[in-house]
């Protein structure tokens, strides 16, 4: 089938946290599929979407969903039951990936450097620090840094917000040992580790703001770093490609820890950011991938039972 008889639904929107930055990774996606020549469909998705794509009948499915429900492996399910062949990891690799605690207790095994940390309720978080500051506190399935807080040094107890009746980013939060150096992603692409970025926040650490706002952070590509650190950044973003099952694009995070001498893993990122300001577009066009090839490749690599 030739690209312009290939109909794709760009799944984008939604309902998490993360709406905005889907929406602009939708439309941006959206716009390069019809540049490569798709014959493409915009799907702002609700809870209807089931009965959408049922009565658009796509050929292919592009997921540019991000956070709860569209990352986690529920409509990853959903495609599965319509059989429409869809973009990014699948359904238990999404799930597993969004879940940071199960994600780094399972690559932690596969002899992941990790950071001490535990799973506790909010509640309890909320009451006393629960670890010596300064430690970290992030909602277990959320992405682009929404809901983390920096517990530091003279801070007489744990935020506020996590008391707040009006939060809504689950009943359960991770308690992360702070981890301080510099930052570093590598993304995956078709089972390969391709370049590595160091990341330079503008903001107090790597937030929403430095992640989207216009300049909000420096990229330097490639990383100035040796190709020892390179390689092993590059080996550890392949281990949680691979150990949780991802396919497609995945994008890994760390920390250079000083002290320990070696990259700690953060998280990865099965569908990454493709907004004007993401990694994963940028690490692409360095390798000689436009983003109009980056997401052809995508809907060409698209599959049911991923």
């Known amino acids: 089938m030739s690209r312009a008889d290939t109909h794709v639904a760009v799944l984008m929107g939604g309902w998490s946290a993360e709406r905005e930055v889907s929406?602009?990774?939708?439309?941006?996606?959206?716009?390069?599929?019809?540049?490569?020549?798709?014959?493409v469909t915009d799907v702002d998705a609700g809870h209807?979407?089931?009965?959408?794509?049922?009565?658009?009948?796509?050929?292919?499915?592009?997921?540019?969903?991000?956070?709860?429900?569209?990352?986690?492996?529920?409509?990853?399910?959903?495609?599965?039951?319509?059989?429409?062949?869809?973009?990014?990891?699948?359904?238990l690799a999404s799930a597993l990936a969004i879940d940071k605690q199960r994600a780094k207790h399972l690559l932690a095994n596969q002899g992941m450097p990790v950071a001490e940390g535990r799973v506790m309720s909010r509640t309890e978080a909320a009451g006393s620090h629960a670890m010596d500051v300064p430690y970290v506190i992030k909602p277990l399935d959320q992405g682009s840094s929404i809901g983390v807080f920096i517990v530091r040094e003279g801070d007489n107890r744990p935020p506020s917000e996590l008391s707040d009746p009006k939060w809504d980013l689950g009943d359960e939060v991770m308690v992360e040992a702070f981890v301080t150096g510099r930052e570093f992603t590598c993304a995956v692409i078709d089972d390969k580790a391709w370049e590595v970025i160091e990341i330079r926040p503008r903001t107090a650490f790597y937030d929403y703001e430095a992640k989207y706002a216009d300049g909000g952070s420096e990229h330097l590509?490639?990383?100035?770093?040796?190709?020892?650190?390179?390689?092993?950044?590059?080996?550890?973003?392949?281990?949680?490609?691979?150990?949780l099952g991802c396919r497609g694009v995945s994008r890994s995070d760390f920390i250079f820890d000083e002290a320990r001498g070696e990259p700690v893993f953060l998280e990865?990122?099965?569908?990454?950011?493709?907004t004007p300001t993401s990694l994963v577009p940028e690490i692409a066009a360095h390798g000689g991938m436009s983003f109009p090839e980056l997401v052809a490749w995508m809907v060409e690599d698209a599959s049911c039972r991923r």
């Open 23 to 39: 929406l602009s990774s939708g439309r941006g996606c959206s716009a390069a599929l019809r540049e490569a020549s798709y014959r």
């Open 48 to 91: 209807d979407v089931a009965q959408v794509l049922a009565e658009l009948k796509p050929d292919v499915v592009f997921n540019a969903l991000h956070g709860p429900w569209g990352e986690d492996g529920c409509v990853q399910g959903v495609l599965e039951v319509l059989e429409l062949p869809y973009t990014h990891s699948g359904v």
């Open 221 to 243: 590509l490639p990383a100035p770093i040796d190709d020892a650190l390179k390689g092993r950044i590059q080996e550890l973003s392949l281990l949680a490609h691979r150990g």
């Open 268 to 274: 990865v990122n099965t569908q990454p950011g493709m």
